[in-house]
Structure formats: structure tokens, C-alpha cells
């Protein structure tokens, strides 16, 4: 089993960045593909913002390429999204989910509001 514990939210104005990060505790953490989402606030629905799979490529929705970066560091069992530029439709929380198999885990989230 993988517990993810997400942390680097937080208030940030618009044109700005922040790094979250994404721990991951267990065993084979390098075999897991790790994807963020996102909820804004009032949607039910969570929005997939960047993957990074077990073999390191990545894939981003066009909402966010060139904006977010997503890398890991399987030494340190933890995965990074670097969001850049940010924007007030950014706002929301953002969960981290690993992957394998038939198996998936999901953190607990962090805020990010973004100010315009």
C-alpha cells in the first residue's frame, strides 16, 4: 500500500508560482505512474492536470501545458508540480493519485488560491 501526503499550497497572486509536492510513504514507489487533479471550488468533478509515468514522461491537458511541470524523484518517493504563471482559474484543491495495476491512492489535497 501507498499513502501520499500533498503539501506547497498555498496564496499566491496571479503571475506567480508555487511548487507542490507530493511524498509518497510504502514500498515501489518507482513503479507507480502519479497524475495531479484538481477541484475547484463549487465543482464536484475533479479536473486531471498532469501525469508523469513510471518510465518519466510526462503529459499535460492544454489548460496547463507549458505552464506546469510535473518530475520525480524516485530517491526521495516524491513527485513535484511546478505551476508557473499562475491563474485565478488555477484556485482549487489539488490532490496527487498513484497508480498501478489495479491498484490507486489518492491524498488528502492542498489549497491553492490564486488572487487576481
Known amino acids: 500500500q501507498v499513502q501520499l501526503v500533498e503539501s506547497g499550497g498555498g496564496l499566491v497572486q496571479a503571475g506567480g508560482s508555487l511548487r507542490l509536492s507530493c511524498a509518497a510513504s510504502?514500498?515501489?514507489?518507482?513503479?507507480?505512474?502519479i497524475d495531479w487533479y484538481r477541484q475547484a471550488p463549487g465543482n464536484q468533478r475533479r479536473e486531471w492536470v498532469a501525469?508523469?509515468?513510471?518510465?518519466?514522461?510526462?503529459n499535460y491537458p492544454d489548460s496547463v501545458k507549458g505552464r506546469f511541470t510535473i518530475s520525480r524523484d524516485n530517491a526521495k518517493n516524491t513527485v513535484y508540480l511546478q505551476m508557473n504563471s499562475l491563474k485565478p482559474e488555477d484556485t482549487g484543491v489539488y490532490y496527487c493519485r498513484g497508480y498501478f495495476a489495479q491498484y490507486a491512492y489518492w491524498g488528502q489535497g492542498t489549497q491553492v488560491t490564486v488572487s487576481s
Open positions: 501525469v508523469i509515468l513510471s518510465d518519466g514522461s510526462t
Open positions: 510504502g514500498r515501489s514507489f518507482s513503479i507507480y505512474n
